[in-house]
């Protein structure tokens, strides 16, 4: 879990010194490359935590799984309007669900 967090909170920082424009992201490679690379590290660990626990409680499972295999196996069809709608609207929710799992 806590490589879930530290890839969360690197996503964050690429934003830390400007405000999160869409533009911009798309025109960035490195960040989108790197934004990129961090969801594909939150899939696989997402993975690999339901593979030790199939009990284990998170909101979308499937669709973290499923964005992780896209990102490795589909890169050529990656949608910047998908992983931006990730960072704005779904990072937030699970890095609050991840801290709230850490500290049980």
């Known amino acids: 879990m806590y490589d879930i967090l530290q890839s ?3 996503i964050e920082s690429y934003f830390e010194d ?3 424009k869409f533009d911009e992201y798309v025109s960035d490679i490195r960040t989108k490359r790197a934004v990129e690379r961090d969801i594909e590290i939150i899939g696989e660990a997402v993975n690999r935590i339901m593979k ?3 009990e284990f409680k998170l909101e979308n499972v499937q669709k973290i799984i499923g964005t992780r295999n896209r990102i490795a196996h589909g890169y050529d069809k990656i949608s910047d309007d998908l992983i931006w709608s ?5 990072l937030p929710k699970l890095k609050e669900e ?4 850490l500290e049980e």
Do not use: G, Y
């Open 86 to 90: 990730i960072v704005i609207n779904h």
């Open 98 to 101: 991840i801290a709230s799992k």
């Open 8 to 10: 969360i909170k690197e």
């Open 52 to 54: 030790r626990d199939k």
């Open 18 to 20: 400007r405000p999160k």
